[in-house]
């Protein structure tokens, strides 16, 4: 499976994740991150890679919807 058809796969997971980031604080948010990246480096080049690819799209959506939901 390449690197593409994995992300198409999980855009759902992808996105549940994101809806969550939004309502979390930064500090929260960057813990989360900081895991992940750790869990990520443990794993082989391609999963690594592609968990860091999944973070910043993540990111990036996060950035255009303002961060984290007013509350």
């Known amino acids: 499976m390449t690197e593409l058809e994995l992300f198409y796969r999980h855009v759902p ?17 960057k813990e989360w991150k900081q895991k992940c990246l750790e869990y990520a480096d443990s794993l082989s080049p ?4 592609f968990i860091h690819k999944m973070l910043i799209v993540i990111d990036s959506y996060l950035e255009k919807e303002g961060g984290a939901q007013k509350q």
């Open 13 to 29: 997971d992808i996105a549940e994740m994101a809806c969550r980031l939004r309502g979390m604080t930064p500090d929260q948010r």
């Open 46 to 49: 391609f999963a690594s890679g």
